[in-house]
């Protein structure tokens, strides 16, 4: 059975007082026994995070390949490690479009993560135009390739991918369930292809891109999605909790 796994990217929102009140709240939802849920937040937050949440995992949005050295305003793979960090975020588009970051430099941070023993979630997603001129395979196939499938089938089981189309993120446009549907059954092939059908049965998949409330279920509900990437909804224990909810897993 995959892993089925609901994760909230807080991203650079929430002030301390909010951030310290979230924590509150999400410690009182009733999380769906059958998922692993995590969250991830600013960087200044996760030391503290890690010792308020009882029961979500506390990983980073980002961290830097080098172990150390005079790399100013970035922290390792190796430092987060030491703190107890035992997930990141690798490759989401934010990072991609405003920091630059190119499937090569992407390799060589997922190749820190499994160094540092810190679980990677890869994620991977089209921009609207290639969306809108059909090359889409084409694009995620590329991100896959450039960044993850050089791994050992070892080290490529410990990741966890998430396919969020860009046009998706944020904009309250979500991908249609046969739209996603289509994408993840299509990634798990590739991982078959790559790897063997029994590595591409075990891996997690997420959905990101304006998910919320009112269309995980039918998401989740997907054969090959196996939970979420959520921004927005993350931010609101109220949705947040829906998310996480057994009513929203079971048919
Ligand atoms: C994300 O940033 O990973 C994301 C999916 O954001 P949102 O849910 O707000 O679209």
């Not at 189309?165 to 289509?182: D, L, M, S, Y």
């Not at 798990?188 to 029994?198: C, L």
């Amino acid at each position: 059975m995959r892993k089925k796994i609901v994760a909230g990217n807080w991203k650079m929102n929430l002030t301390g007082e909010e951030y310290r009140a979230l924590c509150k709240e999400l410690n009182e939802i009733s999380l769906f026994n059958a998922l692993d849920v995590f969250v991830f937040p600013p960087m200044l937050y996760i030391a503290d995070c890690l010792k308020k949440l009882s029961t979500i995992h506390v990983g980073a949005q980002n961290a830097y390949f080098e172990d150390k050295g005079a790399f100013t305003g970035e922290v390792s793979m190796m430092q987060l490690k030491s703190f107890g960090v035992s997930n990141v975020l690798i490759g989401h588009s934010e990072r991609r479009m405003c920091f630059h970051e190119t499937n090569q430099l992407l390799k060589q941070k997922v190749d820190a993560a499994l160094k540092n023993q810190i679980q990677a979630f890869f994620c991977c997603g089209e921009p609207l135009e290639v969306r809108e001129n059909g090359n889409y395979f084409a694009f995620v196939k590329q991100q896959l390739e450039e960044s993850v499938f050089h791994l050992e089938a070892y080290q490529f089981k410990k990741l966890v991918l998430a396919y969020e189309p860009i046009w998706a993120i944020g904009t309250g446009k979500t991908a249609t369930t046969e739209q996603a549907e289509e994408m993840h059954a299509e990634i798990r092939k590739w991982v078959a292809e790559r790897y063997s059908q029994e590595l591409a049965n075990e891996i997690s998949i997420l959905y990101g891109g304006s998910c919320n409330p009112s269309n995980a279920k039918a998401l989740f509900a997907c054969p090959n999605v196996d939970g979420g990437l959520i921004g927005g909804a993350s931010l609101k224990a109220e949705d947040f909790s829906v998310l996480v909810s057994k009513e929203t897993w079971t048919i």
